[in-house]
T-cell receptor, first 113, second 115 residues
């Protein structure tokens, strides 16, 4: 069974549209994350949730809204998509402590046309 | 191709050679360091970690060295195999006075292993 899964794998959409990416983990972790990887492979954290509560919110446009219905799921909704949103988005999960390893999902490649 | 526009450090080795990938980190308060491997089209995969109170840790074919004086981390891969070809990232995790950590990733190094 996949530990951290994301859907969809690929997402191609027009500028201005609203889209969602879903993430689920079956590792029993209490903390989940969203990362963005740009075309230069640079990985940067966007959000982190612990037990459905937002604990990290980096400087991300408010068009991005994470939602955590329970601690096994963290979805990312993006409003009014822009060309610059094109990237690979990775979900990850871990336990909360600093020294707990984060496990990553397979990624969602978002292309905004 | 995928590499167009990328300007990551690259390391090319022959199969069977030892590889050393280096990383400089920025936060002297970081508590925990991790190396991740990312194959094409996949998410980062945990390789090995090390806490700030250690300077060396060994795994299967991999060793991580930490030099806090110069804020330098290295990953050594013994007997490199073609399956080791990937982008390798170092990451530092610092609590910054909180009870949780935040991973900050380094630039990434492309390792290519030639048969």
């Amino acid at each position: 069974d996949t530990a951290v899964s994301q859907t969809p794998k690929y997402l191609v959409t027009q500028m201005g549209n609203d889209k969602s990416i879903k993430c689920e983990q079956n590792l029993g972790h209490d903390t989940m994350y969203w990362y963005k990887q740009d075309s230069k492979k640079f990985l940067k954290i966007m959000f982190s949730y612990n037990n459905k509560e937002l604990i990290i919110n980096e400087t991300v446009p408010n068009r991005f809204s994470p939602k955590s219905p329970d601690k096994a799921h963290l979805n990312l909704h993006i409003n009014s998509l822009e060309l610059g949103d094109s990237a690979v988005y990775f979900c990850a999960s871990s336990f909360l402590a600093v020294t707990d390893t984060q496990y990553f999902g397979p990624g969602t490649r978002l292309t905004v046309l | 191709g995928e590499s167009v526009g990328l300007h990551l450090p690259t390391l090319s080795v022959q199969e069977g050679d030892n590889s050393i990938i280096n990383c400089a980190y920025s936060n002297s308060a970081s508590d925990y360091f991790i190396w991740y491997k990312q194959e094409s089209g996949k998410g980062p995969q945990f390789i090995i970690d090390i806490r700030s109170n250690m300077d060396k840790r060994q795994g299967q074919r991999v060793t991580v060295l930490l030099n806090k004086t110069v804020k330098h981390l290295s990953l050594q891969i013994a007997a490199t195999q073609p399956g080791d070809s990937a982008v390798y990232f170092c990451a530092e995790n610092s609590a910054g006075g909180t009870s949780y950590g935040k991973l900050t990733f380094g630039q990434g190094t492309i390792l290519t292993v030639h048969p």
